[in-house]
Protein backbone atom coordinates (compact mmCIF):
# COMPACT_ATOMS: atom_id res chain seq x y z
CA UNK A 1 0.00 0.00 0.00
CA UNK A 2 1.59 2.99 -1.39
CA UNK A 3 -0.12 5.83 1.37
CA UNK A 4 1.02 5.89 4.91
CA UNK A 5 -1.44 4.43 7.63
CA UNK A 6 -3.07 7.13 10.10
CA UNK A 7 -1.49 6.22 13.50
CA UNK A 8 -4.45 5.48 14.92
CA UNK A 9 -5.06 2.50 12.58
CA UNK A 10 -1.27 1.62 12.74
CA UNK A 11 -1.18 1.27 16.80
CA UNK A 12 -4.24 -0.81 16.94
CA UNK A 13 -3.06 -3.01 13.63
CA UNK A 14 0.23 -3.11 15.87
CA UNK A 15 -1.31 -3.68 19.29
CA UNK A 16 -3.68 -6.72 17.85
CA UNK A 17 -1.16 -8.50 15.31
CA UNK A 18 2.64 -7.61 15.57
CA UNK A 19 5.96 -9.02 17.04
CA UNK A 20 6.25 -11.67 19.34
CA UNK A 21 3.86 -12.58 20.54
CA UNK A 22 1.42 -11.72 17.59
CA UNK A 23 -2.09 -12.65 18.26
CA UNK A 24 -1.94 -13.45 14.50
CA UNK A 25 0.62 -15.92 15.03
CA UNK A 26 -1.32 -17.58 17.75
CA UNK A 27 -4.00 -18.55 15.99
CA UNK A 28 -4.33 -21.90 14.09
CA UNK A 29 -3.82 -22.18 10.58
CA UNK A 30 -7.62 -23.13 9.73
CA UNK A 31 -8.40 -19.88 11.86
CA UNK A 32 -6.63 -17.55 9.30
CA UNK A 33 -8.24 -15.93 6.65
CA UNK A 34 -7.47 -18.09 3.39
CA UNK A 35 -6.40 -15.04 0.68
CA UNK A 36 -6.90 -16.18 -2.62
CA UNK A 37 -3.97 -15.70 -4.68
CA UNK A 38 -4.67 -14.91 -8.91
CA UNK A 39 -0.74 -14.30 -9.45
CA UNK A 40 2.66 -15.60 -8.96
CA UNK A 41 6.00 -13.73 -9.01
CA UNK A 42 9.61 -15.49 -10.08
CA UNK A 43 12.16 -13.03 -9.89
CA UNK A 44 15.02 -13.13 -11.76
CA UNK A 45 17.35 -13.50 -9.27
CA UNK A 46 16.06 -15.66 -6.33
CA UNK A 47 17.83 -13.68 -3.46
CA UNK A 48 16.16 -10.66 -4.99
CA UNK A 49 19.48 -8.63 -4.86
CA UNK A 50 21.08 -6.94 -7.87
CA UNK A 51 23.90 -4.93 -8.77
CA UNK A 52 24.17 -2.04 -10.71
CA UNK A 53 23.92 -2.42 -14.35
CA UNK A 54 21.92 -5.80 -13.83
CA UNK A 55 17.57 -5.76 -15.11
CA UNK A 56 15.75 -6.23 -12.53
CA UNK A 57 12.27 -8.29 -12.94
CA UNK A 58 10.05 -10.96 -12.46
CA UNK A 59 8.30 -13.35 -14.33
CA UNK A 60 4.53 -13.24 -13.44
CA UNK A 61 2.10 -16.29 -14.13
CA UNK A 62 -1.85 -17.15 -13.07
CA UNK A 63 -2.42 -19.00 -10.32
CA UNK A 64 -3.23 -20.25 -8.51
CA UNK A 65 -6.15 -19.64 -8.26
CA UNK A 66 -7.04 -18.01 -12.33
CA UNK A 67 -6.63 -14.36 -12.38
CA UNK A 68 -10.34 -12.75 -12.39
CA UNK A 69 -9.13 -9.13 -12.74
CA UNK A 70 -6.87 -7.17 -14.96
CA UNK A 71 -4.07 -5.72 -13.03
CA UNK A 72 -1.58 -2.62 -13.61
CA UNK A 73 1.83 -2.50 -12.10
CA UNK A 74 4.03 0.88 -11.55
CA UNK A 75 7.22 0.55 -10.24
CA UNK A 76 8.91 2.60 -7.49
CA UNK A 77 12.57 3.71 -6.37
CA UNK A 78 12.03 3.28 -2.57
CA UNK A 79 8.03 3.12 -3.38
CA UNK A 80 8.35 6.79 -4.22
CA UNK A 81 9.85 8.17 -7.00
CA UNK A 82 7.99 6.21 -10.24
CA UNK A 83 10.21 4.81 -12.97
CA UNK A 84 7.91 3.15 -15.30
CA UNK A 85 3.98 1.72 -15.17
CA UNK A 86 2.04 -0.54 -17.39
CA UNK A 87 -0.40 -3.30 -17.81
CA UNK A 88 -0.05 -7.58 -17.02
CA UNK A 89 -0.81 -9.37 -20.22
CA UNK A 90 -1.09 -13.15 -19.18
CA UNK A 91 -2.60 -14.18 -22.64
CA UNK A 92 0.31 -16.41 -23.60
CA UNK A 93 0.36 -17.41 -19.74
CA UNK A 94 2.70 -15.58 -18.49
CA UNK A 95 4.43 -11.69 -18.97
CA UNK A 96 7.01 -10.34 -16.96
CA UNK A 97 7.69 -6.59 -15.13
CA UNK A 98 11.83 -5.33 -15.50
CA UNK A 99 13.94 -2.55 -15.45
CA UNK A 100 16.72 -1.35 -15.50
CA UNK A 101 19.09 -0.76 -11.80
CA UNK A 102 21.01 2.15 -12.81
CA UNK A 103 22.20 3.21 -8.36
CA UNK A 104 21.79 1.74 -5.27
CA UNK A 105 18.48 1.68 -4.24
CA UNK A 106 15.10 -0.31 -3.45
CA UNK A 107 12.68 -1.48 -6.08
CA UNK A 108 8.60 -1.55 -5.18
CA UNK A 109 6.79 -2.79 -8.25
CA UNK A 110 2.56 -2.05 -6.76
CA UNK A 111 0.07 -4.60 -8.75
CA UNK A 112 -3.10 -3.30 -8.63
CA UNK A 113 -6.58 -4.57 -9.85
CA UNK A 114 -8.27 -2.52 -11.92
CA UNK A 115 -10.94 -4.19 -13.94
CA UNK A 116 -13.52 -6.94 -11.82
CA UNK A 117 -16.30 -8.97 -12.92
CA UNK A 118 -19.65 -6.58 -13.44
CA UNK A 119 -22.23 -5.73 -10.97
CA UNK A 120 -24.40 -8.43 -9.49
CA UNK A 121 -28.36 -8.15 -10.09
CA UNK A 122 -28.75 -5.67 -7.17
CA UNK A 123 -25.73 -3.37 -8.86
CA UNK A 124 -23.52 -3.83 -6.15
CA UNK A 125 -20.09 -3.95 -7.23
CA UNK A 126 -17.91 -6.75 -5.88
CA UNK A 127 -14.55 -5.58 -3.75
CA UNK A 128 -11.23 -7.26 -5.13
CA UNK A 129 -9.86 -9.65 -2.81
CA UNK A 130 -6.69 -11.37 -3.07
CA UNK A 131 -3.28 -10.46 -3.27
CA UNK A 132 0.07 -10.75 -1.37
CA UNK A 133 0.65 -7.72 0.68
CA UNK A 134 -1.98 -9.72 3.80
CA UNK A 135 -4.64 -6.79 3.10
CA UNK A 136 -6.88 -9.10 1.11
CA UNK A 137 -8.04 -6.01 -1.33
CA UNK A 138 -6.26 -7.40 -4.60
CA UNK A 139 -3.11 -5.50 -3.88
CA UNK A 140 -0.11 -7.25 -4.62
CA UNK A 141 4.22 -6.20 -4.77
CA UNK A 142 6.98 -7.60 -5.28
CA UNK A 143 10.67 -5.61 -4.39
CA UNK A 144 14.05 -6.17 -5.10
CA UNK A 145 17.48 -4.50 -3.18
CA UNK A 146 19.87 -3.03 -5.96
CA UNK A 147 23.43 -2.45 -4.56
CA UNK A 148 21.68 -1.94 -0.67
CA UNK A 149 25.15 -2.07 0.87
CA UNK A 150 26.00 1.08 -1.10
CA UNK A 151 22.55 3.28 -0.42
CA UNK A 152 23.66 6.24 1.70
CA UNK A 153 22.29 9.02 4.12
CA UNK A 154 19.41 10.93 2.21
CA UNK A 155 20.11 13.70 5.39
CA UNK A 156 22.99 14.52 6.98
CA UNK A 157 23.17 13.55 10.79
CA UNK A 158 23.21 16.50 13.00
CA UNK A 159 26.05 18.07 14.02
CA UNK A 160 25.38 18.28 18.13
CA UNK A 161 23.69 14.53 17.69
CA UNK A 162 26.41 13.13 20.06
CA UNK A 163 26.35 16.65 22.53
CA UNK A 164 22.43 16.45 23.02
CA UNK A 165 22.40 13.01 23.69
CA UNK A 166 25.22 12.63 26.03
CA UNK A 167 23.87 15.35 27.98
CA UNK A 168 20.57 13.15 28.26
CA UNK A 169 22.49 10.33 29.94
CA UNK A 170 24.26 12.76 32.18
CA UNK A 171 21.01 14.33 33.35
CA UNK A 172 19.58 11.07 33.82
CA UNK A 173 22.81 9.00 35.18
CA UNK A 174 21.78 11.81 38.34
CA UNK A 175 18.85 10.50 39.22
CA UNK A 176 18.80 7.67 41.75
CA UNK A 177 17.46 4.09 39.99
CA UNK A 178 14.84 3.73 43.04
CA UNK A 179 13.80 0.04 42.23
CA UNK A 180 10.81 -1.13 42.86
CA UNK A 181 9.93 -4.78 42.31
CA UNK A 182 6.27 -6.46 43.31
CA UNK A 183 6.86 -10.27 42.80
CA UNK A 184 4.47 -11.59 39.92
CA UNK A 185 3.11 -15.43 40.27
CA UNK A 186 3.73 -17.17 36.99
CA UNK A 187 2.92 -21.03 35.83
CA UNK A 188 6.05 -21.62 34.31
CA UNK A 189 8.17 -23.54 36.89
CA UNK A 190 11.61 -22.87 38.42
CA UNK A 191 11.60 -18.82 37.13
CA UNK A 192 11.34 -16.25 39.36
CA UNK A 193 9.36 -12.92 38.32
CA UNK A 194 8.86 -9.54 39.45
CA UNK A 195 7.46 -6.24 37.91
CA UNK A 196 9.97 -3.53 37.97
CA UNK A 197 9.31 0.25 38.61
CA UNK A 198 12.18 2.54 38.04
CA UNK A 199 12.74 6.46 38.30
CA UNK A 200 14.27 7.95 35.02
CA UNK A 201 14.55 11.25 33.76
CA UNK A 202 11.10 13.11 33.14
CA UNK A 203 8.97 9.15 33.68
CA UNK A 204 9.46 6.05 35.22
CA UNK A 205 10.36 2.78 33.39
CA UNK A 206 8.40 -0.02 34.18
CA UNK A 207 8.45 -3.86 33.10
CA UNK A 208 9.12 -7.60 34.24
CA UNK A 209 12.23 -9.37 35.15
CA UNK A 210 12.50 -12.73 35.48
CA UNK A 211 14.77 -15.13 36.49
CA UNK A 212 15.65 -18.53 36.63
CA UNK A 213 14.66 -19.37 40.44
CA UNK A 214 18.23 -20.61 41.67
CA UNK A 215 21.44 -19.48 42.58
CA UNK A 216 23.95 -17.93 39.78
CA UNK A 217 24.32 -15.43 36.86
CA UNK A 218 22.76 -15.29 33.89
CA UNK A 219 23.36 -13.79 30.77
CA UNK A 220 20.43 -10.84 30.51
CA UNK A 221 18.49 -10.61 27.28
CA UNK A 222 16.42 -6.98 27.02
CA UNK A 223 13.07 -6.91 25.18
CA UNK A 224 11.81 -4.02 23.77
CA UNK A 225 8.42 -3.76 22.85
CA UNK A 226 6.78 -3.10 19.34
CA UNK A 227 4.63 -0.15 18.57
CA UNK A 228 1.17 0.50 20.35
CA UNK A 229 -0.37 0.50 23.91
CA UNK A 230 -1.17 -2.64 25.25
CA UNK A 231 -0.02 -5.37 28.14
CA UNK A 232 3.42 -6.95 27.99
CA UNK A 233 3.19 -10.92 28.08
CA UNK A 234 4.40 -11.47 31.19
CA UNK A 235 4.89 -15.59 30.72
CA UNK A 236 7.21 -15.08 27.48
CA UNK A 237 9.38 -13.71 29.51
CA UNK A 238 8.60 -16.78 31.97
CA UNK A 239 9.27 -18.90 29.38
CA UNK A 240 13.15 -17.47 28.86
CA UNK A 241 14.24 -17.35 32.14
CA UNK A 242 13.62 -21.14 32.28
CA UNK A 243 15.61 -21.34 29.39
CA UNK A 244 18.45 -19.75 31.93
CA UNK A 245 18.20 -15.77 30.31
CA UNK A 246 18.74 -13.05 32.88
CA UNK A 247 14.91 -11.42 31.37
CA UNK A 248 14.26 -7.78 31.13
CA UNK A 249 11.14 -7.14 29.36
CA UNK A 250 11.18 -2.75 28.84
CA UNK A 251 7.44 -1.32 28.80
CA UNK A 252 7.40 1.67 25.94
CA UNK A 253 5.15 3.30 28.08
CA UNK A 254 5.27 4.84 31.43
CA UNK A 255 2.52 2.58 33.05
CA UNK A 256 2.80 -0.58 34.49
CA UNK A 257 3.38 -3.59 32.33
CA UNK A 258 0.29 -5.58 33.34
CA UNK A 259 -2.21 -2.31 31.91
CA UNK A 260 -3.73 -2.79 29.02
CA UNK A 261 -4.27 1.06 28.45
CA UNK A 262 -3.12 3.23 31.06
CA UNK A 263 -3.30 6.66 30.69
CA UNK A 264 -1.17 6.33 27.26
CA UNK A 265 -2.90 8.68 24.58
CA UNK A 266 -2.94 6.31 21.33
CA UNK A 267 -1.41 9.21 19.26
CA UNK A 268 1.79 9.12 21.35
CA UNK A 269 4.00 9.39 18.61
CA UNK A 270 2.63 13.10 17.10
CA UNK A 271 3.49 14.01 20.60
CA UNK A 272 6.51 16.73 21.24
CA UNK A 273 7.29 15.59 17.37
CA UNK A 274 8.45 19.37 16.42
CA UNK A 275 10.69 20.00 19.04
CA UNK A 276 13.68 17.17 20.28
CA UNK A 277 13.11 18.03 24.14
CA UNK A 278 9.26 17.32 24.04
CA UNK A 279 8.95 14.37 21.84
CA UNK A 280 7.51 11.31 23.24
CA UNK A 281 10.74 9.23 21.90
CA UNK A 282 13.20 11.08 24.04
CA UNK A 283 11.69 9.74 27.45
CA UNK A 284 11.14 6.64 26.09
CA UNK A 285 14.44 6.22 24.77
CA UNK A 286 15.99 7.24 28.37
CA UNK A 287 13.55 4.24 29.81
CA UNK A 288 15.12 1.59 27.61
CA UNK A 289 18.73 3.14 28.79
CA UNK A 290 17.21 3.38 32.75
CA UNK A 291 16.65 -0.67 32.30
CA UNK A 292 20.03 -0.82 31.10
CA UNK A 293 21.15 0.87 34.13
CA UNK A 294 19.40 -1.48 36.25
CA UNK A 295 19.63 -4.72 34.76
CA UNK A 296 23.80 -3.90 35.51
CA UNK A 297 23.13 -3.05 39.38
CA UNK A 298 21.99 -6.97 39.48
CA UNK A 299 24.17 -9.60 41.07
CA UNK A 300 22.58 -12.19 39.20
CA UNK A 301 23.69 -10.81 35.69
CA UNK A 302 26.81 -12.28 34.26
CA UNK A 303 28.23 -8.96 34.04
CA UNK A 304 29.16 -9.45 30.47
CA UNK A 305 26.46 -10.64 28.18
CA UNK A 306 23.30 -8.34 27.15
CA UNK A 307 21.39 -9.06 23.80
CA UNK A 308 18.78 -6.75 22.74
CA UNK A 309 15.91 -8.06 21.05
CA UNK A 310 12.71 -6.92 19.14
CA UNK A 311 10.48 -5.97 16.15
CA UNK A 312 9.58 -3.27 14.57
CA UNK A 313 9.43 -0.53 17.24
CA UNK A 314 11.49 -2.80 19.57
CA UNK A 315 14.01 -3.40 16.70
CA UNK A 316 13.55 0.39 16.88
CA UNK A 317 14.35 0.85 20.90
CA UNK A 318 17.00 -1.86 20.01
CA UNK A 319 19.36 -0.42 17.47
CA UNK A 320 18.87 3.38 19.56
CA UNK A 321 19.47 1.80 22.77
CA UNK A 322 22.74 -0.27 21.25
CA UNK A 323 24.00 3.46 20.09
CA UNK A 324 23.27 4.75 23.52
CA UNK A 325 25.08 2.52 25.32
CA UNK A 326 28.22 0.94 23.08
CA UNK A 327 30.05 -0.27 25.41
CA UNK A 328 27.69 -2.58 27.23
CA UNK A 329 26.07 -4.57 24.44
CA UNK A 330 26.69 -7.87 23.26
CA UNK A 331 24.52 -8.25 20.65
CA UNK A 332 21.59 -7.00 18.63
CA UNK A 333 18.84 -9.45 17.26
CA UNK A 334 16.21 -6.91 15.30
CA UNK A 335 12.94 -8.11 12.78
CA UNK A 336 11.37 -5.29 11.28
CA UNK A 337 12.99 -2.55 12.37
CA UNK A 338 11.25 0.57 12.62
CA UNK A 339 12.38 4.42 12.67
CA UNK A 340 14.65 4.88 9.89
CA UNK A 341 14.85 7.33 7.41
CA UNK A 342 12.85 10.06 8.89
CA UNK A 343 13.20 12.99 6.31
CA UNK A 344 13.25 9.90 3.39
CA UNK A 345 10.18 11.63 1.82
CA UNK A 346 12.17 15.09 1.51
CA UNK A 347 14.66 12.71 -0.35
CA UNK A 348 12.63 10.44 -2.96
CA UNK A 349 12.45 7.76 -0.44
CA UNK A 350 9.00 6.75 0.83
CA UNK A 351 9.26 6.90 4.76
CA UNK A 352 7.55 4.70 7.44
CA UNK A 353 6.86 4.43 11.18
CA UNK A 354 6.19 6.89 13.36
CA UNK A 355 5.06 8.42 10.20
CA UNK A 356 6.41 11.76 10.99
CA UNK A 357 4.97 14.88 8.42
CA UNK A 358 6.91 15.69 5.94
CA UNK A 359 5.48 18.73 5.68
CA UNK A 360 6.82 20.23 8.53
CA UNK A 361 10.15 21.60 8.64
CA UNK A 362 10.29 21.47 12.62
CA UNK A 363 9.28 17.65 12.78
CA UNK A 364 11.59 16.81 10.16
CA UNK A 365 14.45 18.28 11.88
CA UNK A 366 13.88 17.21 15.49
CA UNK A 367 12.94 13.55 13.74
CA UNK A 368 17.09 13.00 13.41
CA UNK A 369 17.25 13.36 17.12
CA UNK A 370 15.21 10.23 17.09
CA UNK A 371 16.02 8.45 14.01
CA UNK A 372 17.61 4.75 14.00
CA UNK A 373 20.06 5.91 11.26
CA UNK A 374 21.71 8.49 13.27
CA UNK A 375 22.49 6.03 16.08
CA UNK A 376 24.21 2.95 14.32
CA UNK A 377 27.32 4.77 13.46
CA UNK A 378 27.62 4.35 17.48
CA UNK A 379 27.28 0.74 17.94
CA UNK A 380 29.85 -1.64 18.67
CA UNK A 381 27.90 -5.01 19.00
CA UNK A 382 27.22 -7.23 16.38
CA UNK A 383 23.93 -6.50 14.51
CA UNK A 384 21.50 -8.91 12.92
CA UNK A 385 18.76 -7.15 10.73
CA UNK A 386 15.62 -8.52 9.08
CA UNK A 387 13.67 -6.65 6.14
CA UNK A 388 10.34 -7.05 4.15
CA UNK A 389 11.25 -6.17 0.29
CA UNK A 390 7.73 -4.91 0.49
CA UNK A 391 7.34 -3.51 3.73
CA UNK A 392 5.39 -0.26 3.90
CA UNK A 393 5.86 -0.03 7.64
CA UNK A 394 9.58 -0.53 7.62
CA UNK A 395 10.74 0.56 4.74
CA UNK A 396 13.59 -1.59 3.40
CA UNK A 397 15.94 1.22 1.99
CA UNK A 398 15.86 2.80 5.70
CA UNK A 399 17.17 -0.37 7.26
CA UNK A 400 19.45 -0.87 4.58
CA UNK A 401 20.78 2.67 5.26
CA UNK A 402 20.98 2.23 9.02
CA UNK A 403 22.73 -1.11 8.00
CA UNK A 404 25.26 0.94 6.64
CA UNK A 405 26.12 3.06 9.24
CA UNK A 406 26.86 0.59 11.43
CA UNK A 407 31.11 0.13 11.36
CA UNK A 408 30.71 -3.48 13.65
CA UNK A 409 29.90 -7.18 12.08
CA UNK A 410 26.13 -7.45 10.58
CA UNK A 411 24.19 -9.60 9.05
CA UNK A 412 21.29 -8.27 6.50
CA UNK A 413 18.67 -10.91 6.62
CA UNK A 414 16.35 -10.28 3.56
CA UNK A 415 13.01 -11.19 3.38
CA UNK A 416 12.07 -10.50 -0.30
CA UNK A 417 8.04 -11.77 -0.15
CA UNK A 418 7.59 -10.29 2.99
CA UNK A 419 5.60 -7.10 4.26
CA UNK A 420 5.19 -6.26 7.65
CA UNK A 421 5.29 -9.05 9.57
CA UNK A 422 1.75 -8.64 11.04
CA UNK A 423 0.46 -9.01 8.17
CA UNK A 424 2.31 -11.21 6.14
CA UNK A 425 3.47 -13.09 9.24
CA UNK A 426 4.13 -16.52 7.24
CA UNK A 427 6.31 -14.98 5.03
CA UNK A 428 8.59 -13.64 7.98
CA UNK A 429 9.25 -16.32 10.24
CA UNK A 430 12.68 -16.45 9.07
CA UNK A 431 13.50 -13.45 11.19
CA UNK A 432 12.61 -14.74 14.19
CA UNK A 433 13.69 -18.11 13.65
CA UNK A 434 17.35 -16.70 13.10
CA UNK A 435 16.88 -14.67 16.21
CA UNK A 436 16.09 -17.84 18.33
CA UNK A 437 19.51 -19.97 16.77
CA UNK A 438 21.86 -16.52 17.72
CA UNK A 439 20.38 -16.10 20.96
CA UNK A 440 20.65 -20.04 22.06
CA UNK A 441 24.35 -20.12 20.55
CA UNK A 442 25.11 -17.16 22.88
CA UNK A 443 23.27 -18.63 26.15
CA UNK A 444 25.21 -21.82 25.47
CA UNK A 445 28.20 -19.26 25.82
CA UNK A 446 28.87 -18.96 22.54
CA UNK A 447 29.98 -16.05 20.68
CA UNK A 448 27.71 -14.43 17.60
CA UNK A 449 29.69 -13.59 14.79
CA UNK A 450 27.51 -12.52 11.78
CA UNK A 451 28.37 -14.33 8.67
CA UNK A 452 30.06 -12.57 5.75
CA UNK A 453 27.09 -11.83 3.51
CA UNK A 454 28.56 -10.71 -0.48
CA UNK A 455 26.00 -8.51 -0.80
CA UNK A 456 26.45 -5.67 -3.57
Same mark, same amino acid.
Given at each position: ?25 ? #????? +? ?43 ? +?????? /? ?16 ? &? ?26 ? *?????? +? ?60 ? *? ?26 ? #?????? &? ?6 ? #? ?5 ? /? ?42 ? +? ?16 ? /? ?6 ? #? ?13 ? %? ?18 ? &? ?32 ? &? ?26 ? /? ?36 ? %? ?5
Amino acid at each position: MNSRHPFHQLSLILALLSGPPSLLAQ #QPPAQ +RPQIIQQLTFNPYHADGIYDVGETVGWTVTPGPVAPSYSYKWTIR +RNNAVV /LGEGKLDLSSGKDKIEIA &ADQPEMIYVAIEPYAQPVSDAAGTAPKF *VGGNTG +RDNGLYAVGAAVAPSKITLATPRPTDFDAFWEAKLAAQAKIPIHAELTPVPTDVPGVEMNMF *VLDALGSKAHGYVAKPAREGKFPALIQL #QYAGVY &ALNARADA #QRAAEGW /LMINVDSHDKLPSEALGDVPRNYATIGNTDREKSYFLSMYLRDS +RALDYLMTRSDWDGKTIV /LTGGSMGG #QQSIVLAGLRPEKIT %AVLVCVPAGADSNGDLHGRK &AGYPNWPSDNSATMSASRYFDTINFASRIQAPVM &AGMGFIDTISPPAGIWTMLNQISSAKEP /LPMIESEHDNLTPAKGRGCPARTKEIRDLILKGGEYKP %AGQKIP
